[in-house]
Protein backbone atom coordinates (compact mmCIF):
# COMPACT_ATOMS: atom_id res chain seq x y z
CA UNK A 1 0.00 0.00 0.00
CA UNK A 2 1.56 3.50 -0.78
CA UNK A 3 1.00 6.24 1.17
CA UNK A 4 1.99 10.20 0.01
CA UNK A 5 4.91 11.91 2.09
CA UNK A 6 4.31 14.96 0.22
CA UNK A 7 6.09 16.86 -2.48
CA UNK A 8 9.93 16.87 -1.32
CA UNK A 9 12.17 14.11 -1.14
CA UNK A 10 12.69 12.44 1.92
CA UNK A 11 16.64 12.98 3.38
CA UNK A 12 17.38 9.16 3.01
CA UNK A 13 16.81 9.43 -0.51
CA UNK A 14 18.00 12.71 -1.26
CA UNK A 15 21.32 11.40 -0.03
CA UNK A 16 20.94 8.81 -2.50
CA UNK A 17 20.47 10.90 -5.34
CA UNK A 18 22.73 13.63 -4.22
CA UNK A 19 25.55 11.69 -6.27
CA UNK A 20 27.30 12.27 -2.92
CA UNK A 21 28.42 8.45 -2.87
CA UNK A 22 27.97 7.79 -6.19
CA UNK A 23 30.57 5.04 -6.36
CA UNK A 24 28.78 3.14 -4.24
CA UNK A 25 25.63 3.51 -6.10
CA UNK A 26 26.92 2.41 -9.55
CA UNK A 27 25.60 -1.05 -10.82
CA UNK A 28 21.89 0.24 -9.33
CA UNK A 29 18.82 0.50 -11.41
CA UNK A 30 16.23 2.40 -11.39
CA UNK A 31 13.36 2.50 -14.05
CA UNK A 32 11.60 5.52 -15.44
CA UNK A 33 8.27 5.22 -16.58
CA UNK A 34 6.88 8.39 -19.19
CA UNK A 35 3.52 8.60 -20.82
CA UNK A 36 3.80 8.60 -24.52
CA UNK A 37 1.23 10.99 -26.95
CA UNK A 38 -1.10 7.90 -26.98
CA UNK A 39 -0.94 7.53 -23.22
CA UNK A 40 0.86 4.19 -23.40
CA UNK A 41 3.52 4.00 -20.45
CA UNK A 42 7.09 4.12 -21.65
CA UNK A 43 9.55 2.45 -19.37
CA UNK A 44 13.34 2.78 -19.09
CA UNK A 45 16.07 1.91 -16.88
CA UNK A 46 18.15 5.12 -15.70
CA UNK A 47 20.94 4.49 -13.08
CA UNK A 48 22.23 6.53 -9.86
CA UNK A 49 25.17 8.30 -12.74
CA UNK A 50 22.42 9.64 -15.03
CA UNK A 51 20.26 11.75 -11.88
CA UNK A 52 21.01 14.44 -9.55
CA UNK A 53 19.21 15.92 -6.73
CA UNK A 54 19.40 19.38 -7.05
CA UNK A 55 17.52 19.71 -3.67
CA UNK A 56 14.28 18.24 -2.05
CA UNK A 57 12.14 19.22 -5.07
CA UNK A 58 14.06 19.07 -8.06
CA UNK A 59 15.41 16.82 -9.93
CA UNK A 60 18.06 16.42 -13.13
CA UNK A 61 17.95 13.62 -15.84
CA UNK A 62 20.17 13.32 -18.68
CA UNK A 63 19.25 10.62 -21.02
CA UNK A 64 19.50 9.97 -24.80
CA UNK A 65 18.89 12.77 -27.20
CA UNK A 66 15.87 11.81 -28.97
CA UNK A 67 14.71 9.06 -26.99
CA UNK A 68 11.48 8.28 -26.51
CA UNK A 69 11.42 9.51 -23.26
CA UNK A 70 13.35 12.59 -23.94
CA UNK A 71 10.31 13.29 -26.55
CA UNK A 72 7.83 12.22 -23.86
CA UNK A 73 9.22 14.93 -21.11
CA UNK A 74 9.85 17.67 -23.87
CA UNK A 75 6.14 17.13 -24.22
CA UNK A 76 5.15 18.04 -20.59
CA UNK A 77 4.29 14.59 -20.09
CA UNK A 78 4.86 13.41 -16.61
CA UNK A 79 6.89 10.87 -15.67
CA UNK A 80 7.10 8.33 -12.27
CA UNK A 81 10.99 7.20 -11.08
CA UNK A 82 10.78 4.11 -9.37
CA UNK A 83 13.34 3.39 -6.41
CA UNK A 84 12.94 -0.21 -5.55
CA UNK A 85 15.89 -1.27 -3.21
CA UNK A 86 15.93 -3.00 0.03
CA UNK A 87 16.62 0.39 1.70
CA UNK A 88 13.38 1.77 0.35
CA UNK A 89 10.49 1.40 -1.74
CA UNK A 90 9.65 5.05 -3.34
CA UNK A 91 7.48 6.27 -6.51
CA UNK A 92 8.74 9.65 -7.65
CA UNK A 93 6.15 11.52 -9.49
CA UNK A 94 7.77 14.23 -11.69
CA UNK A 95 7.02 16.66 -14.55
CA UNK A 96 9.68 18.51 -16.38
CA UNK A 97 10.00 22.20 -15.49
CA UNK A 98 12.12 24.04 -18.30
CA UNK A 99 13.25 23.44 -21.75
CA UNK A 100 15.82 20.30 -21.68
CA UNK A 101 19.21 21.36 -22.17
CA UNK A 102 20.53 19.91 -24.86
CA UNK A 103 24.50 18.88 -25.30
CA UNK A 104 24.00 15.56 -28.32
CA UNK A 105 23.97 13.07 -28.30
CA UNK A 106 23.01 13.71 -24.38
CA UNK A 107 19.79 15.61 -23.01
CA UNK A 108 19.45 17.10 -19.60
CA UNK A 109 15.72 17.38 -17.96
CA UNK A 110 15.20 19.30 -14.71
CA UNK A 111 12.45 17.77 -13.40
CA UNK A 112 9.96 18.90 -10.52
CA UNK A 113 9.19 16.26 -7.70
CA UNK A 114 5.00 16.87 -7.73
CA UNK A 115 4.67 13.81 -5.22
CA UNK A 116 6.68 11.05 -3.53
CA UNK A 117 4.93 7.82 -2.94
CA UNK A 118 6.52 5.59 0.07
CA UNK A 119 5.43 1.59 -0.67
CA UNK A 120 5.05 -0.26 2.40
CA UNK A 121 3.24 -4.09 2.52
CA UNK A 122 -0.29 -4.66 3.72
CA UNK A 123 -0.45 -5.93 7.68
CA UNK A 124 -1.60 -9.12 5.60
CA UNK A 125 1.61 -9.64 3.79
CA UNK A 126 3.71 -10.02 6.79
CA UNK A 127 6.94 -9.54 7.20
CA UNK A 128 7.25 -9.63 2.79
CA UNK A 129 10.25 -7.08 1.84
CA UNK A 130 12.24 -5.98 -1.13
CA UNK A 131 15.35 -8.25 -1.14
CA UNK A 132 17.32 -6.46 -4.03
CA UNK A 133 16.90 -3.83 -6.37
CA UNK A 134 17.36 -4.11 -9.91
CA UNK A 135 21.45 -3.83 -10.39
CA UNK A 136 23.69 -4.32 -13.41
CA UNK A 137 27.66 -5.15 -13.81
CA UNK A 138 29.69 -3.82 -15.09
CA UNK A 139 28.98 -0.53 -13.48
CA UNK A 140 30.79 2.28 -15.66
CA UNK A 141 34.11 3.62 -14.97
CA UNK A 142 33.97 7.32 -13.68
CA UNK A 143 37.11 8.06 -15.62
CA UNK A 144 35.50 7.15 -18.89
CA UNK A 145 35.10 9.89 -21.34
CA UNK A 146 31.24 9.29 -22.17
CA UNK A 147 30.65 8.64 -17.66
CA UNK A 148 32.13 12.54 -17.51
CA UNK A 149 30.11 13.88 -20.75
CA UNK A 150 27.01 12.62 -18.15
CA UNK A 151 28.39 14.24 -14.83
CA UNK A 152 29.48 17.73 -16.52
CA UNK A 153 26.00 18.12 -17.92
CA UNK A 154 24.26 16.97 -14.13
CA UNK A 155 26.48 19.65 -12.64
CA UNK A 156 26.30 22.57 -15.72
CA UNK A 157 24.62 25.46 -14.21
CA UNK A 158 21.57 26.61 -17.00
Keep these: MSRSLGAQLPP ?11 P ?28 LAVDAATLRLVIGAGSRSARNLEAGRGAT ?5 PERTIYLKLRSLAPPLAAPPL ?15 AEWEGGVRITSGITYAP ?7 ET ?4 DLLR ?3
Design 24 to 51: ARLGRGLPLVTVDAEGRPHPMLCTYLEL
Design 148 to 151: RAIL
Design 12 to 22: ALLDALSQRDL
Design 139 to 145: PPRLDAP
Design 156 to 158: RDG
Design 107 to 121: VRFTLRVEDVLEDLP
Design 81 to 85: LLAIE
